[in-house]
């Protein structure tokens, strides 16, 4: 499993960082994923994370 940020559409809200912190960070205004893969023990809460964003911005491969 990926998981990309769309940086044009994130709004900087914080949720997946407080979900899935394992796999999401906030850089700057934005949340970046900087675990490539997503390590198989948080894929369902990086899964969560992903359908939570209130904006549809992050994107799993
Ligand atoms: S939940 Fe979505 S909008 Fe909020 S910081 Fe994460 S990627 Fe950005």
């Known amino acids: 499993m990926k998981a990309i940020v769309d940086r ?13 912190a394992e796999v999401f960070k906030m850089e700057g205004d934005v949340a970046i994923a900087y675990t490539d893969p997503v390590p198989k023990e948080v894929e369902t809460s990086c899964q969560q994370a992903a359908d939570d964003c209130p904006v549809n911005a992050i994107i799993i491969e």
């Open 8 to 20: 044009q559409t994130c709004t900087g809200c914080e949720l997946c960082v407080g979900t899935c």
